[in-house]
């Protein structure tokens, strides 16, 4: 980056500074002596919040110091006026991290996201470089239909891949294809089209995206989560149908691939590599991010890794991370009562509002149709382009999708999408809670949940089903 526009940003994030102070001003004088200031009911942390993505949604060409400058004042915040807040056990947990270490189950605090994130975001776009290099994307045109069916069959293999594979991995390697067939011109319409098919692919599986694995480590089922595939299905019908045709339209796909290209075999070794590790690693430690970068450095002995892809997505790793522990200071102790329309709306939360930590809050509260809500966490923040680390990253690639305006008006196909296919799971299957580790169906065990005071209170010994609780209500 130049001195010039070194200057500029100074001089913008100094802007995006003030604007934040002179919003929180007058806010303190709501404060009541010894409580964390609010107005009314909402704490202050929302609104400072609120007005990150609102500076993210109107700053689009900032967006990096939007996130940083709003991170530092919540942070800021939280240290002055939450006497509730410790930062250091917030970020690592009560328990010593050498522990944290060796034992997954005893990871506590908030270092274990971030540096996952951080890892798989770096980590993949250094796969999509060795892919590119590979020449794979360039005779793929000898294998895709060159009408809109091209565009639509790309979908179908992120679709596919993701739900075996990170969802970033699959974003990245879609992209990447993108690039290379449709001659450098991506409609923002199809990009968002090939972020929903990642995180759609994930929905279902339990190493397919970060909160479904979260789901299976907390004692959920791969069985309770994989009918969320019947939304994902009816979703992508409806989106991959009308981002492919935007595609169509905009540029169509290569007809004939590049003559004399020769498969790199080494780099395809390498990619598979990467993303076995990244499997590995998430099954066995929970930190995908570990495999991803064993095998990168073992990959350094066979090819020349593109080094350069680091310093390229530092920018938007930081910005996503930035968002993360933003989302993560938010003082969200509670949701409403596990139901059909908490669900729903955590679909659209979560394109706004780090899905993680929500998923963590409905596996504390328990009694969840984990499918359903898989579906509405991973796939919701598809709506807009920083609501899910895959969104993150492809942008890192496609910088002008970082104009929410221009990401929601050309893909308004997402969020229809999303009330068909949750809606068609719903009508379909119902609404079917299941166990969790702490949180039982029959007879929960958790003190004050209210499965259990149901159980206590107005039910015969034994052991009774969630829907004959609900029936005797």
Same mark, same amino acid.
């Given at each position: 980056?130049?001195?010039?526009?070194?200057?500029?940003?100074?001089?913008?994030?100094?802007?995006?500074?003030?604007?934040?102070?002179?919003?929180?001003?007058?806010?303190?004088?709501?404060?009541?002596?010894?409580?964390?200031?609010?107005?009314?009911?909402?704490?202050?942390?929302?609104?400072?919040?609120?007005?990150?993505?609102?500076?993210?949604?109107?700053?689009?060409? @900032?967006?990096?110091?939007?996130?940083?400058?709003?991170?530092? #004042?919540?942070?800021?915040?939280?240290?002055?006026?939450?006497?509730?807040?410790?930062?250091?056990?917030?970020?690592?947990?009560?328990?010593?991290? $050498?522990? *944290?270490?060796?034992?997954?189950?005893?990871?506590?605090?908030?270092?274990?996201?971030?540096?996952?994130?951080?890892?798989?975001?770096?980590?993949?776009?250094?796969?999509?470089?060795?892919?590119?290099?590979?020449?794979?994307?360039?005779?793929?045109?000898?294998?895709?239909?060159?009408?809109?069916? /091209?565009?639509?069959?790309?979908?179908?293999?992120?679709?596919?891949?993701?739900?075996?594979?990170?969802?970033?991995?699959?974003?990245?390697?879609?992209?990447?294809?993108?690039?290379?067939?449709?001659? &450098?011109?991506?409609?923002?319409?199809?990009?968002?089209?090939?972020?929903?098919?990642?995180?759609?692919?994930?929905?279902?599986?339990?190493?397919?995206?970060?909160?479904?694995?979260?789901?299976?480590?907390?004692?959920? $089922?791969?069985?309770?989560?994989?009918?969320?595939?019947?939304?994902?299905?009816?979703?992508? =019908?409806?989106?991959?149908?009308?981002?492919?045709?935007?595609? @169509?339209?905009? *540029?169509?796909?290569?007809?004939?691939?590049?003559?004399?290209?020769?498969?790199?075999?080494?780099?395809?070794?390498?990619?598979?590599?990467?993303?076995?590790?990244?499997?590995?690693?998430?099954?066995?430690?929970?930190?995908?991010?570990?495999?991803?970068?064993?095998?990168?450095?073992?990959?350094?002995?066979?090819?020349?890794?593109?080094?350069?892809?680091?310093?390229?997505?530092?920018? /938007?790793?930081?910005?996503? +991370?930035?968002?993360?522990?933003?989302?993560?200071?938010?003082?969200?102790?509670? +949701?409403?009562?596990? $139901?059909?329309?908490?669900?729903?709306?955590?679909?659209?939360?979560?394109?706004?509002?780090?899905?993680?930590?929500?998923?963590?809050?409905?596996?504390? *509260?328990?009694?969840?149709?984990? =499918?359903?809500?898989?579906?509405?966490?991973?796939?919701?923040?598809?709506? #807009?382009?920083?609501?899910?680390?895959?969104?993150?990253?492809?942008? &890192?690639?496609?910088?002008?999708?970082?104009? #929410?305006?221009?990401?929601?008006?050309?893909?308004?196909?997402?969020?229809?999408?999303?009330?068909?296919?949750?809606?068609? +799971?719903?009508?379909?299957?119902?609404?079917?809670?299941?166990? &969790?580790?702490?949180?039982?169906?029959?007879?929960?065990? #958790?003190?004050?949940?209210?499965?259990?005071?149901?159980?206590?209170?107005?039910?015969?010994?034994?052991?009774?089903?969630?829907?004959?609780?609900?029936? *005797?209500?």
């Amino acid at each position: 980056m130049t001195s010039g526009k070194l200057r500029l940003e100074g001089k913008f994030c100094k802007k995006i500074l003030l604007f934040f102070l002179f919003s929180i001003i007058p806010l303190m004088t709501f404060a009541s002596s010894g409580n964390v200031p609010s107005i009314g009911p909402v704490r202050l942390e929302f609104i400072l919040f609120g007005l990150v993505l609102l500076g993210v949604a109107m700053f689009h060409k @900032h967006t990096f110091w939007v996130a940083v400058t709003g991170l530092t #004042v919540i942070l800021t915040f939280k240290l002055i006026f939450d006497p509730g807040f410790h930062f250091m056990e917030h970020m690592f947990g009560e328990l010593p991290l $050498s522990e *944290q270490f060796l034992d997954k189950e005893m990871r506590q605090g908030e270092w274990g996201i971030i540096l996952n994130l951080l890892g798989l975001l770096l980590g993949f776009a250094i796969l999509s470089k060795i892919f590119e290099e590979s020449k794979v994307p360039e005779i793929l045109p000898n294998y895709l239909p060159d009408d809109w069916k /091209g565009p639509f069959l790309l979908l179908v293999f992120v679709f596919i891949m993701s739900a075996f594979l990170d969802n970033i991995a699959a974003a990245l390697i879609g992209g990447t294809i993108a690039l290379v067939v449709f001659r &450098n011109k991506v409609h923002i319409g199809y990009l968002a089209a090939i972020v929903a098919a990642s995180n759609a692919g994930g929905a279902g599986s339990v190493v397919g995206d970060t909160t479904t694995t979260m789901m299976w480590i907390d004692g959920v $089922s791969a069985f309770d989560v994989l009918h969320a595939f019947i939304a994902a299905i009816f979703a992508f =019908g409806f989106f991959a149908w009308f981002g492919s045709h935007q595609q @169509h339209k905009y *540029q169509v796909i290569r007809k004939d691939a590049i003559t004399g290209v020769k498969i790199d075999w080494k780099r395809i070794l390498v990619v598979a590599m990467i993303l076995v590790g990244a499997i590995l690693s998430n099954i066995l430690y929970d930190m995908p991010a570990l495999g991803v970068w064993i095998a990168i450095i073992l990959g350094a002995l066979i090819i020349k890794i593109p080094w350069k892809e680091v310093p390229g997505s530092i920018l /938007g790793t930081i910005f996503l +991370l930035c968002l993360v522990m933003c989302a993560s200071m938010m003082p969200v102790e509670e +949701l409403p009562n596990a $139901s059909v329309g908490t669900a729903f709306a955590l679909g659209f939360l979560s394109s706004v509002f780090d899905n993680i930590p929500l998923t963590k809050l409905c596996l504390d *509260q328990g009694h969840y149709d984990w =499918g359903i809500l898989a579906f509405a966490v991973g796939f919701g923040g598809s709506m #807009v382009w920083f609501g899910s680390s895959a969104g993150v990253a492809i942008t &890192n690639k496609f910088p002008e999708g970082r104009d #929410v305006v221009k990401w929601i008006k050309n893909g308004w196909h997402i969020p229809i999408a999303y009330v068909i296919g949750f809606f068609a +799971l719903y009508l379909i299957l119902g609404w079917h809670p299941t166990d &969790n580790k702490e949180h039982k169906i029959n007879n929960c065990p #958790v003190p004050g949940c209210p499965m259990a005071f149901h159980t206590e209170a107005l039910l015969p010994p034994g052991t009774v089903g969630y829907h004959e609780l609900l029936k *005797q209500e």
